[in-house]
């Protein structure tokens, strides 16, 4: 027995130098409440890891039934899994609630070439979200490469009757990568409505992502009130592909360019946001909303976007319901239909909201992914934005350290209000866009852990909310 | 123009939408002496960000020479790589320091099987490092299951003959992850010594991941000095058969597992650490270390473990250089040998600065794989763990929060001293044991912002130590 005791003394020095530090919140500096809210905020993170069912939910929605852009048979199928499931969950109401949605179709897969010194390189491409198609033998024109909107106003009518090619890249020194796709992405929306103002064929935009690679990142583009007969046709390229024609074209400035597509607008289809609650115990008329959006892009399943937020935001019910942690306030998950391109859920619900005189105190909104979490955006008053920045000790040992002021999401913004709390969920940024409305935006790009951890997270921040934003929320009159 | 200016003003609107908050720092707050810390910090990120050369090293390290076993081929030729490679960035000086290491080889790929209720079940499996290979026809014994070592113990001479299944796992509730390997990583170095001891005939143990899967992971194993006749074959068996074989364990106790490995260790081989340094402008007696470990296990590429580390550390030097940053102490750049099954190069290094009464004033590491940044572990006496904590304002606007007591890492370690400043670089955890020590730690599962993310963390770090480590070590005797 001698040796085994030599061997664990050697065992116990390896080991001790593997672990590396869990937080643990010093109990001390916490008041009697704060170790209550500390506990339950251990107890939501445990079940999550432990019994979390958000990575089965989002296996099931990315992998049978997959991308479901409104309008679609598959945004259609989501609608039906997610009343089923809020059912499974047994939230107090489960209801559909109505809403008209835009039809965009891709069509057949769209191709793109271009000859240099005898070779033809193909393009990879794709139709932007509400783009019209080119006629049915393509579009082939002269390039005319911009950096920006400006630039390419600027152009005039020197860009009549060609394809106008924005590659402005993101600015990769921004360390939040959605800071860097803001910075980019009126080229993608705006491009098309401009060139088209001024005679251009078409218009190309560099894919919104850092990487370098072969893979097209699809969204949403506006024509706004401009005349039918100058829609014109519009398509991501991949940023190799971008790198790569930029560099021929300085070799050759007359180069011609070839794309196709054969998307089109249908009419409105009826559709729903999927929503259901659980009954407040103490003030059931004040309502705190968690959600999401249901519908994602074509090309891929809507993983990360937003796949991820839809299965979080009902496992902070399931959380609240497994632990029996009962909401003062009423907890409701929406799963918004349309953001993606139209933002018609959003807006039904805030519409029915307040002709129905509902009284929405918080909401939180995940739609950035589903990577490690690293904290919430805040948008409240000052009073409130103060109450949730000093929960930062309860919530960093959690690795949520960033509770900075900005926007929430595009789903429940619409519900803005001077008493309204709202909070976006903001897990690192990295890779968001590697994957963003892209045919890769599939379920083995999330993380297990990652997305139980951003559940918890979410969990905590409505436990906190409900429990404190009850208290200071002025009495509805 | 009218419509263009309707529409941008519908652009702004979705674009700030999309807008999340850039970290800034409040440079009110700052002295001028963090003003210029913190520019120049910017700018060692910025540098890293568009210029960096980490992603693509890793590539050729690990798709060029792949795995690269102590005493390998690959081994030799990954020193070759790092001798090279550290000339072409123009260090000072690069030279090899001789390191004879072990050489254990696994041989032919394993198989592990059981049959229970007429149905043939393929076991997913690997040798552990240092591990005796069973005999030529295998091994085919029952199984005893046990969840810890001390378990094993209290079974005594119940294990003759028969093989013994450690089968605790990871507690998933541990936000980082490597307290949950360490909280089991006694049963994979441990249990086949403490069960050989009792004549058991083999051992093994479920594999050190959060991940239920199909994947195997390795790692080193220790016999001590547990006389060589009663050295037993043990292996890593992958999560989802683990905990098939326990349930089936429960239906048929007395079922027969079979498995067959024929590894061995040869005799130890010559191999180097390769070490290149920048001189300090002011105290070049004076040397901080920043390292991580060319050797990685077989199975895989070593990309997270410890490829990334290399990489990350060759660009601290690089970004130094390439932004005419001069180090006031000599900055030297050391890529360790033999961290996996041995730690000899660390010894070897430790000994050898001893011997040359050299003076190391501080060390950083980076051997917790590739992904996005949260921070840094310090191992210092209290005046300079403070002062490290200290430049928690300087560093946070890049995500790292953490600066908290705790271990450096294997390799740098053996040179703690009263005043020396050990730091380990610490990624985000929660993605590293789904890889570590398997056929799937490969490059494509390292994301290159992250990557270099982290070589400008290691980099602010080893830029603030500098200077301010200089300042307050105290000259040399």
Known sequence: MKKSILLLTLLIS?????????????LT???????????????LFNSALTDGKSYEWLRDLTQNIGGRLSGSPEAAKSVLWGEKLMKEVGLDSVWLQPVMVPHWVRGEKEIATY???????????????????????????????????????????QMKGKIVFFNRPFDNTLINTFRAYGGCVDQRVA???????FGAKGVIVRSMTNAVDDIPHTGTMIYGDLPKEKHIPTAAISTRAANMLSIDLKENPSLQFYFKQSCETLADVPSFNVIGEIKGTQTPENIMVVGGH???WDLGEGAHDDGAGIVQS????????KNNIKPKNTLRVVFFMNEENGTRGAKKYAELAKLNKENHIGGLESDAGGHTPRGFSIDANTVNTKLLQSWKKLLSPYGLHDLDKGGSGADISPLKGENVTLVGYRPDSQRYFDYHHTSIDTFDKVNKRELELGSASMASIIYLMDKYLYKNTPVKL
Not at 191 to 197: K, Y
């Open 191 to 197: 491009g098309a409505a401009v060139c088209g103002e």
């Open 294 to 296: 249901l519908d994602s």
């Open 314 to 321: 009902l496992e902070v019910a399931y959380l609240f319901k």
């Open 14 to 26: 390896i080991i001790s130098c593997n672990q590396k530090n869990e937080k643990i919140l010093d």
């Open 29 to 43: 500096t916490l008041s009697s409440e704060e170790k209550i809210d500390s506990a339950n905020i251990k107890t």
């Open 115 to 157: 000859t240099i010194n005898g070779e033809e390189k193909n393009v990879p491409i794709c139709a932007l979200g509400f783009s019209v198609a080119t006629p049915k033998t393509g579009i082939l024109a002269e390039v005319i490469e911009v950096k920006s909107i400006e630039e390419a106003k600027a152009l005039g009518d």
